[in-house]
């Protein structure tokens, strides 16, 4: 396989050579000499050598088009591990500074996607945080350098009160799933932290949403911070989407939630097709050792004419 196939043509050049030099009973020019009239035994051995050592240049000139050419090759098939698009949904309405272990809701939940995010190299996060409204605080990317940076910018009491005053889940859940439909490439998974109940998921709305995180092959996962039973629609919406609905009592429990999340979500490997590549390293090799064989030669298999 060649990138310049038509350079090939060349290759008549040198074919026409080695014909040449190979041909039949073929004797060369003629060169008057004295001895012209006596009898000289003919040696096929050496007539042989002699034209195996013509041919080398011939040859050299071949590999030079050969490698004008442009020689590739197909690279093996690979492996590489299957992005997934995972954004969190961070509630951050008021309840959320009700203590939690050491701190309260919204530090534990902080801390725990900081560590979900140490241990799923390669894949792309985003966060998005909400109440009565909702903010991207962070966009899908790879590098989860500012989840680090987020937990004191973030904080319940550091909001207004307009934008914390309720929890509203559907608006998050809708809101989170057309930042991840723009990524055409990857898994897509909604990873959802709240502590309360949303006015807007009745009325048949939690059906509507599950329907279309299917539509566009959305995952969600939901976290209840807080003591009791998770909303029931929090239930439809993640078995529709091939998820589950956790509930965290403390801390401990909400990390375990996440790296049970995490082996619930295997990290998927595909295979690539194979690449074309340059190959000119067998045609460089061969062109060097006619190099040098012919470089030996002259030391004393040349031809003359007597």
């Not at 998974?189 to 539509?215: T, V």
């Not at 989407?241 to 990390?255: Q, R, Y």
């Not at 040098?292 to 003359?304: I, N």
């Amino acid at each position: 396989m060649f990138v310049h196939s038509p350079v090939l043509i060349l290759l008549a050049i040198p074919a026409a050579l080695l014909f040449w030099i190979w041909r039949k009973n073929g004797n060369g020019h003629q060169v008057v000499i004295p001895v012209d009239e006596s009898l000289v035994t003919r040696n096929r051995l050496w007539e042989y050598i002699l034209k195996i050592t013509a041919s080398f240049p011939v040859l050299l000139l071949a590999i030079a088009v050969l490698l004008l050419a442009g020689p590739q090759q197909l690279s093996d098939p690979k492996t590489k591990k299957k992005l997934t698009n995972i954004q969190f949904a961070l509630d951050v309405s008021g309840s959320m500074t009700a203590p939690f272990g050491d701190g309260n809701r919204y530090e534990a939940a902080m801390e725990a996607i900081n560590e979900f995010i140490n241990y799923r190299e390669e894949d792309a996060f985003g966060l998005t945080v909400f109440g009565d409204h909702f903010l991207h605080w962070i966009r899908l990317t790879s590098d989860p350098s500012a989840f680090g940076y987020a937990t004191d910018f973030l904080g319940p009491t550091r909001l207004p009160i307009w934008f914390r005053g309720g929890t509203k889940i559907g608006l998050a859940l809708e809101e989170c799933s057309k930042l991840l439909i723009e990524r055409e490439e990857g898994d897509r998974l909604i990873i959802l932290l709240s502590d309360g109940y949303s006015a807007d998921l009745g009325g048949g709305k939690d059906i509507e949403i599950a329907n279309k995180l299917i539509a566009n092959n959305i995952s969600t996962y939901a976290i209840h911070i807080a003591p009791g039973s998770p909303p029931p629609q929090l239930l439809t919406i993640t078995n529709r989407t091939g998820g589950e609905v956790f509930a965290a009592g403390d801390p401990l429990a909400l990390k375990a939630i996440f790296n049970r999340i995490d082996k619930m979500q295997k990290t998927k490997i595909e295979r690539v097709g194979a690449e074309s590549m340059d190959n000119f390293k067998p045609f460089a090799m061969a062109g060097t050792s006619i190099a040098l064989m012919f470089l030996l030669s002259l030391f004393g298999l040349r031809y003359t004419p007597w």
